[in-house]
């Protein structure tokens, strides 16, 4: 993964980068955007353990990650940009192909077992490009193949030491193709496609129950059209127009215990995961206009960009229900076997009665689970790259953004919620048209040219960047804001046959007209002042040339965060004494008929106070050394979920 070489890149101090997971190790989806050709292909819907796309290494010809003080023309990230650059087709045909193997055969044996455990690793690709009309017309292809069959030894501590071997293979597929065409001597069109699937159809844990392996598949598309005129001499003006869609599915076994319940034993749990199965999409289309113009000692940046981005797909949260037991039966691995962990009809659950305390399940009206949330954005920017003399250079801008409608779930209604916490008395219900229009971000930064030899450069700034949120927070709230899913919850009747059948064959109706209890129900929403997260950015630094071939540079980096997105649990007392909420397992809730309510809040803060540092060494034959290093001073983040009860401030 060509991510993964972020790590060479001073300031950088996370080593996290996969195809799973994300460019500087953040769980924030404001923390990060990646480009590729100038158009924004970040994965937002779900952050953690999914993904960013794939694009085969071989694909690209140069990138840049920007840990601060990043361009104008890039927003929606308070950290960092990873911009990269597709191939291109020459005059010249060229090409390359190549393939990396592994095999058990290499391997030694697992300390665990005592055996060589099979594993193998094909991975192969090409590419080729070239001419279709010399000089006018050329395209470039590359494809990227992955197979790892491997094998996983489980062995969950209650069958003491038994264990069973099952595949656990992961399959991946890159493709781009690029055409690139000069219709004129002053117009240029580049046409590009990808795609790219990774699967896991054999998920599993070596320490969980074989019954909650899982299918896991993410996959991507997107298709950039780029037109750049050349109005006049100083004048240029570019139209970028890209659509991009990824989806992941996670879902049990099609083999494996798929209908049936969690079955929560203090010790282990089995059965598939209580969120599969789910199908999260996200599709953007993404228009962009940029004027550049060069008059005298400026450089002038004039553009707009809209984002249509619309997440939608569906999620059986806890439709199959969870079963909680308030012990584990010593003869678990006698009833439930690993070599029958697919089939449940084998299973001996007789006499789990007297241990079971209850059942939770989600009902959904009509059946329905799904889920569509709009989110439309909009930026401008200008900015100004102004040559003062030939040793300083002043960096001038300001960009807009606006999310018009993040924090919408459509379908809700407007609910009042009022809770009294003895620290403060508020509305906490579910509002639509929450707004957030004055990200106004001006930026200036500065290069000085000390000796005008070009050997000796001093840079700073300092400028505010906005980010975005990810479509989980509207989502919560459609499907759990207490208007769309009813969580019931049968306690023990005492009755033969409850494990098997503990609804005694309720239904939505039932719950609805309260003839099932139903628990206080927890119900997620978005605090009405809710802002868009933001950094307060400033850099001073230096870059120096030492001999011909050596180069140290140094920058001392502070960031400012606020408005960070936090999630709060309003309904608990206030301990005025402590300065902390009250335990409400002892002193109860301030609202008794709800339980914990997941507020999403931007009241987190952070800060960072950093030296980045790198030396840099050519030698002959294109052969280059580098050295990083990170030198922090204090940083502070109030974090997503911070400690509390239940998770939560």
Known sequence: NWLQLSTMVKGITANQITDTSTPNG????????????GQEITQETSVTGFGQPGVSRDAIAEYQIVTNMFDITMGRSVGLQVQA?????????SGSTYGYFRSDKLNGADAYTGKVLPYSNQQVGATLGGPISKDRMHYFFSYEYQREPNSIVMGPAVYRGETITLPADTFQHYVLGRGDYQFSAKDHLILRGNYFDWQNPHFFSATASPTRGAERFHHSNFVTGNWARVMRNNLLQEVRVNWFHYQFINAPLEDGPSAFPEFIFPALTIGPNWNYPEDWNQDHVTTTYELKWHKADHDVKIGSELHLERDAGWWRARSRGQMFFASTPADLPQRIPLAEWQNPAQWN??????????????????????????RPMYAGWIGDTWAVNNRLTLNLGVRYDVAWRDFV????AETTLIIN???DTEDYGYKNNIRDLNNVAPRLGFAWNVTGTNNFVIRGGSGIFYGTQGGNQAVDSQLFGGQRLVVASFQ??????????PTRGATLADVLAGRVPVPPQTISVIRSDFQMPSTWQSMLGFQKQVNEVTGIDADLVYYKGTHEDEQLDPNVFYD?????PKNPSRFGRPNPSYGPINLKASNGYSDYFALATSLTRRYRNNFQAGLTYTLMFFKHDTGISSAGYGSQL
Request: no cysteine; hydrophobic share 30%; proline share 9%.
């Open 349 to 374: 659950l007789s006499g789990l009665d007297p241990i079971a305390n209850r059942f939770d399940i989600y009902f959904a009206p009509n059946d329905d689970w799904s889920y569509e949330v709009p």
């Open 492 to 501: 023990n009747d005492g009755k033969p046959g409850f494990v098997q059948d």
């Open 409 to 412: 779930s459509p379908g809700n």
């Open 421 to 423: 916490n003895g620290f």
């Open 85 to 93: 650059v597709s191939k291109a087709g020459s005059n010249t045909y």
């Open 576 to 580: 005025p004494a402590t300065g902390f």
């Open 26 to 37: 953040s769980s924030r989806t404001s923390a990060f955007r990646v480009n590729l050709d």
